[in-house]
């Protein structure tokens, strides 16, 4: 098929911190070696402090800022390849990632980012995903999302203009979200987004949100929903109290705390940009 994508139009769009060698690429990819994959490494460091790569193919760019949705925009700006695979130095690629992407997005040719199938490292599905390919995600879907499962058409994504949010993601104001804000932003815009039952990656059973309280995650769960869906906010902070009611995170008790904190995260969110416009 002319135009066709190949699984050598996969770059992985890795983002890590402070590394002194690439010693860390190798427990990635158990079934291979990493110099057979195209990779960018976006690593945050300090000046004096760079990683440096002797590989064509594993490209390196040292980052002075924080942030991880810098890091990926970052990433993003300066890809070669037709699809960017966004990456963390924590997870396991499984064997034939690359050509799976491919397949999807030759499915979907169309789509500006793909979500395919992430599973714990011992081989359970980190949610539940959809048996088969789905060309337009619902909002829950898309809210449902996490970075290591998103491929994009670079060319797509770049033509829509809709980097990361920095006010999302570790590092930032509000340190998760920013998947479902920019998977939002770029279905809003009239982009493709869409999913493909293959599973690419493995990643440890526990998310970023698992480590933080109860208050911070309402803080931040108040602005991103609020961010994505404006005057559908109040409904949106109601499912996510029902669900959390109905699997015990939240006490009947602590609605009304959990409200008050989802409030302040999203005054937070609107003096931020107050303050830039």
Known sequence: MAGAFKKSDVEILLSTMNRDSLDFLEPMFPFARFTDFNILIINQTVPGKDLQSPYANVRVINAYEKGLSRSRNLAISHAQQAIGLIADDDLVFLEGFDEKIAKGFNHFPEAAAIKFITVTFEGVPFRKYPDIPVKELTDLQRLNSSS???????????????????????????????????????????????????????????????????????????????????????????????????SGVVKPWQVVKCIQWAYAGKKQLLKIYENNA
């Open 148 to 246: 290591i499962e998103i491929a994009f058409n670079i060319k797509k994504f770049k033509e829509a203009n809709i980097p990361f949010n920095v006010h999302f993601g570790l590092g930032s104001t509000f340190p998760l979200g920013e998947e479902p804000v920019l998977l939002h932003a770029l279905y809003n815009a009239g982009y493709d987004v869409c999913h493909y039952p293959e599973t690419i990656v493995s990643h440890k059973s526990f998310k970023d949100s698992d480590n933080i309280s109860l208050q911070e995650n309402y803080r931040i769960r108040g602005a991103y929903l609020y961010q994505i869906f404006r005057k559908k906010f109040p409904f949106w902070l109601g499912l996510q109290l029902l669900y959390n009611l109905k």
